[in-house]
């Protein structure tokens, strides 16, 4: 085996790496050594393309899942209504409730996964989810049914957290931007194609919607028991071996890795895997705390999550009562603007897009990557997010043509898709051996404000109208982006470096 680079070394060069013994035949490329490659065989930064592609796949799907059911009963809100004789802000709340749980579900599916694995978490939480939508189906009561679609949002948790943890755990630094860009898509995505879904779906029946977010759950349960790896691996230990059989036998290739301290998980693990690091059930909720004596990771998360990404399930819980006189599944087809917004702003504008920046910047300035190289597109994507705010305010307000209304969610969504990736990617680059506390702190702030946003939205536009409401809207965004992203850029590095790294054990 030949690593240009001792291991355990950060190094943000690329390196060399050629033929790992036992592993396969690598063409030599130019890669990122961050994180460090180990020659173990179960190794997932060693995996085929194909092997990789199936975390992708399963994680982004699971995430897509985590907010459509969230939404996908929009078009529905007014037979809602009739069913459990409630009125309009309290089917809203079906919204909220789900939102709240995924706010706080990684609480306990993140030490599970940091002790047992990452596959077992994942497929446990689907069986819950999956469980969960089928009581909300059958569901004979308003109580029950809030009860239902807690449980869902519980169920669905691990998509966050855990989630990107096993992206992270398979892909090097120079990939994060692009497959983080991935993530991110699929949880607007899923927010947006949820309503136009669910609008076709009650032409069938109002609980079909449900039935049919149950099938989808159950179809992605069955492909995970099956396809799903075990990403979980205790790289730090195997590199600390790795380096001590270098330093007793420096003449030997050690060709055949040494399996004591890792061997691979059996199909459904129950166990403790060797090598990860245990966590108690309260060490996640008590390292969420200590994350506020961080800036960059506070600033950047709490500015996108409470100035910026709430006002998105503002605009999709509003859009039924913007156009009344529509039937639902047309409702769900006024979704469109958002979700051509999303996936052109992550196809072109966002993931990929950080990632040659930051390749550009440094190699123009012969300087290292840093995390702050990232925040460039932050100002277009808050002017634009503003600007959809104000335009969709005055459509409705104004009764001007529904497809004004279109690119006006198209160009808000726009910006809320770029924002949400560069917010993530920015945030795990400053502490890239943490990302499961990185994105329980995430997750917990961007669940809890899309929880908040339905309480508040109804009567708030009740008062002051769509211009005035959705107008502030987009003036928060743009004052709240120039003084955090401002702060940032001026004083992020600094602030970071004085700071120091987490001052606790990474999870592998």
Same mark, same amino acid.
């Given at each position: ?31 990122? +050594? ?5 020659? #173990? ?102 109580? =029950?049914?809030?009860?239902? /679609? ?39 995505? =899923? ?6 879904? =669910? ?74 895997? +060797? ?53 639902? #599944? ?35 300035? /012969?300087?290292?990557? +840093? ?53 993530? +990617? ?7 051996? #943490? ?9 917990? #702030? ?63």
């Amino acid at each position: 085996m030949s690593i240009n680079a001792e291991p355990g070394a950060r190094n943000d060069d690329p390196k060399s790496i050629e033929n790992l013994d036992g592993l396969g035949e690598l063409t030599p490329t130019l890669i990122s +050594t961050q994180p460090q490659v180990t020659r #173990h065989p179960a190794d997932p930064l060693n995996w085929p393309k194909w092997k990789k592609g199936l975390v992708v796949g399963h994680v982004s799907a699971f995430y897509f899942l985590f907010t459509f059911l969230t939404t996908v009963t929009v078009p529905t809100f007014a037979d809602l209504q009739e069913i459990y004789h409630a009125t309009y802000a309290q089917i809203n709340y079906t919204v909220a409730v789900p939102a709240l749980a995924l706010g706080l579900s990684p609480f306990m599916w993140s030490p599970l996964a940091d002790t047992f694995g990452r596959r077992i978490v994942m497929i446990f939480g689907c069986l819950v989810a999956f469980v969960a939508t089928i009581a909300s189906a059958v569901a004979k009561s308003y109580s =029950g049914y809030m009860v239902a /679609r807690f449980l869902q949002g519980w169920g669905v948790g691990p998509a966050s957290s855990v989630g990107l943890q096993m992206l992270l755990d398979v892909y090097f630094e120079h990939e994060r931007g692009q497959k983080v860009g991935y993530w991110t898509l699929a949880i607007d995505t =899923g927010l947006l194609f949820g309503p136009l879904i =669910g609008g076709f779906a009650a032409l069938v029946s109002t609980e079909f919607v449900a039935w049919l977010t149950a099938i989808l759950f159950g179809t992605l349960l069955v492909s995970m028991v099956v396809l799903l790896p075990e990403t979980a691996f205790p790289r730090h230990k195997v590199l600390e071996e790795e380096e001590a059989l270098r330093n007793t036998h420096p003449n030997s290739s050690f060709s055949t890795p040494n399996e004591s301290i890792f061997r691979p998980t059996p199909f459904l693990n129950f166990r403790p895997i +060797t090598g990860l690091r245990s966590s108690r059930p309260w060490d996640t909720a008590l390292r969420f705390v200590r994350m506020f004596a961080y800036p960059n990771i506070v600033v950047s998360i709490m500015f996108y999550c409470w100035s910026w990404y709430w006002f998105i399930l503002c605009v999709i819980t509003m859009l039924p009562a913007a156009y009344p006189n529509y039937k639902p #599944h047309i409702q769900g087809l006024l979704f469109l603007g958002l979700i051509i917004g999303t996936v052109v702003a992550e196809i072109f504008f966002s993931g990929s897009l950080s990632d040659r920046m930051v390749d550009r910047l440094s190699k123009s300035g /012969r300087r290292p990557r +840093t995390p702050e190289m990232r925040l460039w597109l932050f100002w277009p994507a808050a002017m634009l997010t503003a600007i959809g705010l104000v335009l969709f305010g005055l459509t409705i307000q104004y009764n001007w043509h529904w497809a004004i209304g279109q690119v006006a969610t198209g160009i808000f969504a726009f910006g809320v898709q770029v924002g949400n990736t560069i917010t993530t +990617t920015y945030a795990v680059d400053c502490h890239p051996e #943490h990302v499961m506390d990185v994105i329980v702190f995430y997750s917990f #702030h961007l669940n809890l404000s899309a929880f908040a946003s339905p309480f508040f939205i109804v009567p708030w536009v009740s008062l002051a109208g769509w211009a005035w409401s959705f107008g502030a809207q987009g003036l928060i965004v743009a004052v709240c982006a120039i003084v955090a992203v401002g702060f940032l850029q001026t004083y992020g590095q600094r602030v970071r470096e004085r700071c120091g790294p987490l001052p606790w054990p990474p999870a592998a």
